[in-house]
Nanobody
Framework: QVQLVESGGGLVQAGGSLRLSCAASGSIFSFIAMEWHRQAPGKQREMVAIISRDSRINYADSAKGRFTISRDNAKNTVSLQMNSLKPEDTAVYFC??????????WGKGTLVTVSS
């Protein structure tokens, strides 16, 4: 079972940048897509960005123009570059590997705090 571990979260001022990484213990090709989700305090978890096995990309409206998702198949990592951060981006960010069959795999999350 491939496991996912996020890193790169932290405290940043509004307007700043962070780069999140998701490291897989095995091949990310075992997933049909890799996704970043986030959950802010008191809110439901929401999708932020998706990159498919063939590198098709989709973003939530809130992420378009500011966030960039990428994958490194050789290193089995997925990254989320976040620029022009806003206080409303404060959340725990989760990496998810989506499977065609069976249960998806989630990481434990990394906290991003954006101060105003």
């Amino acid at each position: 079972q491939v496991q996912l571990v996020e890193s790169g979260g932290g405290l940043v001022q509004a307007g700043g940048s962070l780069r999140l990484s998701c490291a897989a213990s095995g091949s990310i090709f075992s997933f049909i897509a890799m996704e970043w989700h986030r959950q802010a305090p008191g809110k439901q978890r929401e999708m932020v960005a998706i990159i498919s096995r063939d590198s098709r990309i989709n973003y939530a409206d809130s992420a378009k123009g500011r966030f960039t998702i990428s994958r490194d198949n050789a290193k089995n990592t997925v990254s989320l570059q976040m620029n022009s951060l806003k206080p409303e981006d404060t959340a725990v960010y989760f990496c998810k590997g989506r499977r065609q069959f069976g249960d998806d795999t989630w990481g434990k999350g990394t906290l991003v705090t954006v101060s105003s």
